[in-house]
């Protein structure tokens, strides 16, 4: 059943296996008071082999893992980024939950959706992520587009999807009051709807390893030797060292060369109320203070199966074992996102009637109120497409969802941000045993791979299985998992200044308190970066981005660097952790929003004096 009413996660209450859970109710179906497990260690067999090593952590890598642990096996998973979805499509994509209606039928992809997508209500309630079951509507806007739509519902039949129907135009507007006055129809499923993606890996991930998986980040797989009865995967790990990752020092480098060009545009962009400081976000966010890592050493992993779940790198991954039938053709997808005031004009996933690139570019309510314009379609091997400039895509992206939303307000831009499709030559999802005996591929997933992959999680372990892996059930597994984010009502009982943990705020735009950043960092999974504790709590996900300490009616209350968000949150993570933990100040003296103010440039502000250090009292 669809939710009828409009509400923001968090706020009050959440959303919980698509129905929404008030803040009376939440200490028992969400913050349970369910013990959490602290990292069971499974005994690996006497030469250090694993059963199952899979390769990737992304949602797909996740979803196996989880799976795996249900069984009386050793896995380890081996990722080369510093934390679970931070390097690869889960990490940004559109958070949709498709419903299947889409697909070739035939393909893996209508084989795996729809059943994907009907597993997520009951993974919502055991993990606590948050699946807000929107609906989604595709909207017609001629004729010729109502046969796009009859075509659709065709083909979703045929893919098995349930409750599709086409609605008119009386009622669609009823559904969509803000909706372009010229769409005519949609076809409508109920069962679509939306995740924090990168929330969903973490919560997925953080149960497995509380089940016993191991998990190796920042490790990076260099070759893989296949010997009689195992295989062993080289790989290099990075050692955790006061100093500047790999990662970091490359988006310093793309910032240095942006910012001319960037700056450049920004006049011209103002005509769409857009401030092109956004685009520095993407790149000054995704480097925020990341725990550094130095050294290097190389060691082998050795395990009698092999699981590739490598995203854009699946073709690497499978050319070390001699499977070359297949390239990655990555699509790049740029994303805007908007204030939570925005997310009123939109009740439902809109998608114009869908082209060559595929669903095209998507109008959506995100599960924590704000609303999403994208994303874009752009083959990196098209040079045309891959060089395309910042400013036809911000206004590509603005023009179309303005077709379905004409109403919304581009100056409220508050992120930007793009991901990397993991398209390949094959066309299709690659679910599989492969040709070489005890090597499987759930690779060169894209959309809608986020629906489909606790599906194809399954019939990954089913096909292990069947090779002979060991279905010996695993009596401690424990599905549970807690929830980090606690809601709250408003303001209430909640101070910056308060001494209880969990009641001081710590990130006022999304009010995050110290205790859920403290409980973020000592869970499972290592979480040692600000951009880390960020995915799971959203400290530093709100209007200002971490820089500032409060925002209002375009006015800046700038803090001090130590009251900043991200600086506070800093010295959270090294009074746990006891690490050392550097900031990207140093290399970004000026953020774009000291110089662009929620739309408007700093020049319109002149006249007014904005206080800089002013502190505001909770």
């Not at 960092?521 to 200002?544: E, Y």
């Amino acid at each position: 059943m669809v939710e009828t009413e409009q509400h923001v996660h968090g706020e009050k209450g959440v959303h919980c296996g698509g129905e929404w859970i008030p803040i009376e109710e939440c200490a028992q179906r969400w913050n349970c008071s369910h013990k959490q497990l602290c990292h069971q260690k499974r005994q690996k067999a006497a030469d250090s082999k694993y059963d199952v090593i899979v390769i990737g952590s992304g949602c797909v890598g996740a979803c196996i893992a989880r799976e795996l642990a249900k069984y009386d096996v050793t896995v380890c998973v081996v990722e080369q980024a510093d934390d679970v979805s931070n390097g690869g499509a889960t990490k940004a994509n559109s958070g949709i939950v498709h419903a299947g209606y889409d697909d070739k039928p035939g393909t893996m992809r209508a084989r795996f959706c729809w059943t994907g997508n009907q597993m997520f209500p009951a993974l919502d309630k055991d993990l606590h992520f948050g699946f807000h079951r929107t609906g989604s509507l595709v909207v017609a806007r001629s004729e010729s587009e109502m046969e796009i739509l009859s075509d659709l519902m065709r083909r979703g039949e045929q893919n098995g999807v349930k409750n599709l129907r086409i609605v008119q135009k009386e009622e669609l507007k009823k559904m969509e009051p803000f909706l372009s006055e010229d769409a005519i129809a949609a076809l409508y499923s109920p069962d679509a709807g939306t995740v924090t993606p990168y929330e969903f890996a973490i919560a997925v991930a953080e149960n497995a390893a509380d089940n016993g998986v191991e998990f190796k980040f920042n490790t990076k797989v260099q070759s893989i030797e296949k010997r009689e009865d195992h295989f062993e995967v080289k790989a290099r790990s990075s050692v955790a060292r006061s100093g500047i990752s790999l990662t970091m020092v490359m988006m310093m480098a793309v910032a240095c060369v942006a910012l001319p060009f960037l700056g450049s545009l920004n006049e011209h962009l103002q005509n769409y109320g857009f401030p092109i400081g956004m685009a520095l976000v993407a790149v000054a966010g995704a480097s925020a203070i990341f725990r550094m890592q130095a050294s290097e050493k190389e060691h082998v992993i050795t395990g009698t199966y092999i699981v590739n779940a490598g995203g854009n790198g699946s073709d690497k991954i499978a050319n070390m074992v001699g499977i070359n039938d297949y390239k990655m053709k990555p699509r790049l997808g740029d994303y805007l996102l908007l204030n939570k005031d925005q997310g009123q004009f939109c009740r439902h996933i809109i998608f114009p009637a869908p082209g060559k690139y595929g669903k095209g570019i998507v109008t959506q309510p995100t599960l924590w109120g704000n609303l999403l314009l994208g994303p874009t379609a752009r083959d990196l091997h098209d040079s045309e497409k891959a060089n395309q400039s910042p400013e036809s895509i911000m206004k590509e992206l603005i023009q179309k969802c303005r077709q379905m939303i004409p109403k919304f307000d581009a100056g409220k831009v508050i992120h930007s941000f793009a991901g990397i499709r993991a398209k390949s030559t094959k066309g299709d999802w690659i679910v599989e045993h492969s040709k070489v005996d005890n090597f499987f591929q759930a690779a060169a997933i894209d959309s809608p791979g986020l629906a489909g992959s606790p599906a194809i999680a399954v019939h990954i372990v089913d096909l292990l299985h069947q090779a002979g892996l060991s279905k010996r059930p695993y009596n401690s597994f424990d599905p549970i998992r807690k929830g980090i984010i606690v809601p709250k009502d408003q303001w209430k009982g909640l101070s910056t200044k308060n001494i209880d943990p969990g009641k001081k705020i710590i990130c006022i735009c999304e009010r995050v308190t110290e205790k859920e950043i403290t409980d973020a960092i000592n869970r499972s999974l290592p979480c040692h970066s600000t951009q880390a504790v960020r995915k799971r709590t959203r400290a530093g996900m709100g209007h200002c981005q971490g820089d500032v300490l409060y925002c209002h009616e375009y006015i800046i209350y700038q803090a001090p660097s130590g009251k900043r968000c991200e600086a506070q949150v800093k010295g959270i993570i090294e009074k746990e952790t006891g690490l050392k933990v550097i900031s990207n100040d140093l290399f970004f003296s000026t953020r774009w929003n000291n110089n662009y103010i929620l739309g408007r440039s700093s020049a319109s502000l002149a006249s007014k004096q904005l206080p800089t250090t002013t502190l505001v009292d909770r």
